[in-house]
Nanobody
Framework: DVQLVESGGGLVQPGGSLRLSCAAS????????MAWFRQAPGKEREGVAA???????KYADSVKGRFTISKDNAENTLYLQMNSLASEDTAMYYC????????????????????WGQGTQVTVS
């Protein structure tokens, strides 16, 4: 089965930057979607950014212009570059994988993703 391992979280000052990584293994699908979700205590899980096997991306309005999702196919690694961080970005960030592409309007809906990493904590303070 697909295994996802996130890293790169930590404590950062407001206005600072972090780069999250998600190392993926155990997959053999030519078409797929990968995404970053986040969840803060007491809040709903929120789709942050997604990218598919074609390189098409989608971002939540709250992070547009600040976050960038990318992938390194050779290294099977997903990234989330987070800039201009604010306290409202504080959350546990999860990497997720689906074995198919997803229509743009649904790419940030968690229902479609079957595989999840353990999460990495991002704290902006």
């Amino acid at each position: 089965d697909v295994q996802l391992v996130e890293s790169g979280g930590g404590l950062v000052q407001p206005g600072g930057s972090l780069r999250l990584s998600c190392a993926a293994s155990g997959f053999s699908h030519s078409s797929y979607s990968m995404a970053w979700f986040r969840q803060a205590p007491g809040k709903e899980r929120e789709g942050v950014a997604a990218i598919d096997s074609d390189g098409d991306t989608k971002y939540a309005d709250s992070v547009k212009g600040r976050f960038t999702i990318s992938k390194d196919n050779a290294e099977n690694t997903l990234y989330l570059q987070m800039n201009s961080l604010a306290s409202e970005d504080t959350a546990m960030y999860y990497c997720a994988y689906a074995s198919f592409t997803i229509s743009p309007r649904a790419q940030l809906v968690s229902h479609w993703y079957s595989y999840w990493g353990q999460g990495t904590q991002v704290t902006v303070s």
